[in-house]
């Protein structure tokens, strides 16, 4: 941005009334822009092919070639250079052509200077605020190219290939993988390196959202459809337009809404909850899972016929104990990506601490690797990381708790209060144990425990249990 405001803009005035250049090239040197001034079009035109101008600002009625000859010239030629049209007083139809063919904006003769001032700083604020636009998409680019997504395994490179030729197609995908292996960044990477990346990327977390507003967080509904749908709104589908639909922990979509999904995943067409009139959305889907969909559909609480729609190109990534060359990989690139952000010097990692992560699970994958190194990084006072935290252990100890009944009572802490961290307790350990049986699977849980899965994701989150490790 620095950069962007220090230049100094130049801006071309273009009129064969030779007052007018005086007058104006008076008011914009008074605020400090660079100002040239042409009597025609054509001297324009050769300007322009030997000077970069922020702006034209070119009168529309000249001899010879006229302002409109001018403007789609600029427009085809120079797409980074804005022009104001000045109109004579009162044709407002020529105000609209000019516009119509382009123009960012226009200034009615005789010119009021405040309103020239104005009209040119909006314009170069306008400039400026594209510019600055689209570096940052290019830096959003640059986070999700290839070079971010670390590894050296052969099945994983095999991977890339596979995104990098599906990433050019508007085919669905589905990216399956344990937790923390990488399904997001991949759907982001498919995203980005596709024709589609300047358009939005809409992630639906399919767990997150209650299952009675599923419908509507993704296809919209109209005012009353519901009690609270007090105005019209639009679905993430329709969000999407043009872009992409991110469907991730597609397995818990409710089986209410899968019907409707099956229709938009066949269409791209749907209506809003409440509406009849049918919309239909460009949007590329890309779905991700970790959970045994095959199982689901047996078990009839995923549908077959969703799944086929989605499986159309499915991507599997391995996850880290099947990868260990990737470990120092991994953990060179976190050091490198919050060695210094995290206010530390930390630069590098000792053989032994990569030795001792050689050696463990890894359930929560990558995900779990990054925090693990982050939290290393903050306990360093070097440069070098030489203490590793990895859990021993990594499965809970689910014994009932071995109360201690003296320090309760000496420390005054009202029965109540016991029996509430007792039950607290002992629903914490039903809970890990339910997991560990049902190896992480959520929706069985759920059914086993006779609650929604809603509620165990809750209690999943208040107790911080990391399911990745019950996971198969
Ligand atoms: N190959 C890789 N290179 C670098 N960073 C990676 C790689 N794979 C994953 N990560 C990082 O690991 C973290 C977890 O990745 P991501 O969120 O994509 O996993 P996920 O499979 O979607 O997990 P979950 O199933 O829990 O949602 C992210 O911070 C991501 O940037
Ligand atoms: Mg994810």
Known sequence: ?????????????????????????????????????????????????????????????????????????????????????????????????????????????????????????????????????????????????????????????????????????????????????????????????????DKAFVTVNCSAIPDQLFESELFGHVKGAFTGADKNRIGRAEEADGGTLFLDEIAYIPPSAQTKLLRFLQDKSFDRVGGSETITSDVRIIAATNQPLEDMISEGTFREDVFYRLNIFPITLPPLRERLEDIPLLAEHFIEKYGATLGRNVKTISPSSISSMMNYSWKGNIRELENIIKRAIIKTEGDCITDIDIPKNDVYDTSMPSSDLTTTVENNIPFKDYMKSIAADAEMKYLITALKAHNGNINQVARMMQVDRKTIYRKIAEYDIDVGQFRR
């Not at 702006?55 to 797409?79: C, E, R, W």
């Not at 099945?155 to 990488?182: A, N, W, Y």
């Open 1 to 197: 941005m620095a950069s962007i405001a220090k230049h100094i803009a130049s801006i071309l005035v273009v009129d064969d009334d030779r007052a007018f250049r005086v007058a104006t090239t008076a008011v914009l040197n008074d605020e400090g822009y660079n100002v040239h001034t042409v009597a025609s079009a054509n001297e324009a035109i050769e300007k322009l092919g030997k000077h970069t101008y922020d702006i034209v600002l070119s009168d529309l009625v000249m001899a010879g070639m006229d302002g409109l000859q001018l403007l789609n010239h600029i427009h085809t030629n120079y797409s980074d250079t804005l022009t104001i049209m000045i109109t004579g007083y009162g044709s407002i139809e020529s105000a609209v052509e000019a516009m119509k063919s382009g123009a960012f904006d226009y200034l009615t003769k005789p010119c009021n200077n405040d309103e020239l001032r104005i009209k040119v700083r909006r314009a170069l604020e306008y400039k400026q605020n594209r510019q600055a636009l689209s570096s940052l998409r290019e830096e959003v680019h640059k986070l999700y190219t290839f070079h971010n997504i670390k590894s050296r395994n052969k099945k994983m490179r095999e991977i890339f290939e596979l995104v990098k030729k599906v990433s050019e197609t508007d085919v669905t995908v589905l990216i399956r993988g344990e937790t923390g292996t990488g399904k997001e960044l991949i759907a982001k990477a498919i995203h980005f390196n596709s024709s589609r990346r």
